[in-house]
T-cell receptor, first 109, second 111 residues
Framework: RKEVEQDPGPFNVPEGATVAFNCTYS??????FFWYRQDCRKEPKLLMS???SGNEDGRFTAQLNRASQYISLLIRDSKLSDSATYLC??????????FGTGTRLTVIP | ETGVTQTPRHLVMGMTNKKSLKCEQH?????MYWYKQSAKKPLELMFV???????ENNSVPSRFSPECPNSSHLFLHLHTLQPEDSALYLC??????????FGSGTQLSVL
């Protein structure tokens, strides 16, 4: 079983839409949860950490469900600039992080 | 932008060549990493250096050899690579916390 699993997509949504991604993880001892964004031919960049109580950053909301071992990312009012691949990252520390294969999002005008 | 710079951006090499990838971080972080990203696969951790000491190598083939001369610099020495080693090689640093800051990567093609 993979450490981290994501729906690869692609998700094609119109501007202004709300889109949600889920990611499941296999290690119940995981303590670190992140969403990274990777643009085509660029490096991954941290989008947001995911905390147990859930957290929000502008149009982005991340949630953690430890019981079901998944994290989610919700993007509201999608912009063209949100088009990218979103990587789910889970682990027990910086030296033990596992990346998902990523979910590709395309926001259409 | 992120304070982690990698060179070269692109590299084409033959299977008998020897080359090195270079990474430099200007963020004062204590840990540095090499990751490999192949098409349609998740990022794979290759090497970790924490406070200039290697802490993980994840069974990487010996044709990849890392070097960390100080906390700001990291190298990946390559020799006798195989075509399946073609990938994007990403360097990252971390302040011994959890968040990773990546360099722009080296796109490697092995012919």
């Amino acid at each position: 079983r993979k450490e981290v699993e994501q729906d690869p997509g692609p998700f094609n949504v119109p501007e202004g839409a709300t889109v949600a991604f889920n990611c499941t993880y296999s290690n119940s001892a995981s303590q670190s949860f992140f969403w990274y964004r990777q643009d085509c031919r660029k490096e991954p960049k941290l989008l947001m950490s995911v905390y147990s109580s859930g957290n929000e950053d502008g149009r982005f909301t991340a949630q953690l469900n430890r019981a079901s071992q998944y994290i989610s990312l919700l993007i509201r009012d999608s912009k063209l600039s949100d088009s990218a691949t979103y990587l789910c990252v889970v682990g027990t520390g910086a030296n033990n992080l596992f990346f998902g294969t990523g979910t590709r999002l395309t926001v259409i005008p | 932008e992120t304070g982690v710079t990698q060179t070269p951006r692109h590299l084409v090499m033959g299977m008998t060549n020897k080359k090195s990838l270079k990474c430099e971080q200007h963020l004062g972080h204590n840990a540095m990493y090499w990751y490999k990203q192949s098409a349609k696969k998740p990022l794979e951790l290759m090497f970790v250096y924490s406070l200039e000491e290697r802490v993980e190598n994840n069974s990487v083939p010996s044709r990849f050899s890392p070097e960390c001369p100080n906390s700001s610099h990291l190298f990946l020495h390559l020799h006798t690579l195989q075509p399946e080693d073609s990938a994007l090689y990403l360097c990252a640093s971390s302040p011994l916390g959890e968040k990773l800051f990546f360099g722009s990567g080296t796109q490697l093609s092995v012919l």
